[in-house]
T-cell receptor, first 114, second 114 residues
Framework: DAGVTQSPTHLIKTRGQHVTLRCSPI?????VSWYQQVLGQGPQFIFQ???????GRGNFPDRFSARQFPNYSSELNVNALLLGDSALYLC?????????????FGDGTRLSIL | QQQVKQSPQSLIVQKGGISIINCAYE??????FPWYQQFPGKGPALLIA?????SEKKEGRFTISFNKSAKQFSLHIMDSQPGDSATYFC?????????????FGRGTQLTVWP
């Protein structure tokens, strides 16, 4: 089975531009979360979507937005890019349910801002 | 404010030795504690996870020890191998669901010398 897939793998942008990152969850997973990982740090939570509804938002400015589509894939949009937005953007999907489960991460999109 | 504190930042272990990574948390609402392993250029991969109703969980060479009263948990890697060289992240979430937002530690870079 395919894991979480993210596109593109690498992206170079300049300050002020906007970017759209895409994520396809594991088949059957209805929840998608986005994380930002700055070099040398742990991932930081940006958004979580479940059944196309926003379930949570981390401490990120309004320049960051996301949405989930009927097929459960998701997009992360960042406007007015800043140098500090350079990071690895990770998408994770998870299966609904209680008990010990897990969020499965893709390999991320490496975003570099010049 | 870092909700999960992880130490050490880096760790060097001889092949066959025991690697120990420690994490501490403050929020008693956390009820799910996973450990992730990340190789360069890859996303984090779930290694092992524990709920606070047990004090230890073992899967192969990996063991989580959990001390609820001290609000601490640790990862032990027995018989460490060069292939274990990676960055390890502890994390925590709350809400009793697999959908919970993950709070990550800053990571430990493990190097296992042959």
């Amino acid at each position: 089975d395919a894991g979480v897939t993210q596109s593109p793998t690498h992206l170079i942008k300049t300050r002020g531009q906007h970017v759209t990152l895409r994520c396809s969850p594991i088949s059957g997973h209805k929840s998608v979360s986005w994380y930002q990982q700055v070099l040398g740090q742990g991932p930081q939570f940006i958004f979580q979507y479940y059944e196309k509804e926003e379930r949570g938002r981390g401490n990120f400015p309004d320049r960051f937005s996301a949405r989930q589509f009927p097929n459960y894939s998701s997009e992360l949009n960042v406007n007015a890019l800043l140098l500090g937005d350079s990071a690895l953007y990770l998408c994770a999907s998870s299966f609904e349910g209680l008990g010990i489960g897990s969020q499965h991460f893709g390999d991320g999109t490496r975003l570099s801002i010049l | 404010q870092q909700q999960v504190k992880q130490s050490p930042q880096s760790l060097i272990v001889q092949k066959g030795g025991i690697s120990i990574i420690n994490c501490a948390y403050e929020n008693t609402a956390f009820d799910y504690f996973p450990w992730y392993q990340q190789f360069p250029g890859k996303g984090p991969a779930l290694l092992i996870a524990i709920r606070p109703d047990v004090s230890e969980k073992k899967e192969g060479r990996f063991t989580i020890s959990f001390n609820k009263s001290a609000k601490q948990f640790s990862l032990h890697i027995m018989d460490s191998q060069p292939g274990d060289s990676a960055t390890y992240f502890c994390a925590a979430s709350k809400g009793g669901s697999t959908l919970g937002r993950l709070y990550f530690g800053r990571g430990t870079q493990l190097t296992v010398w042959p």
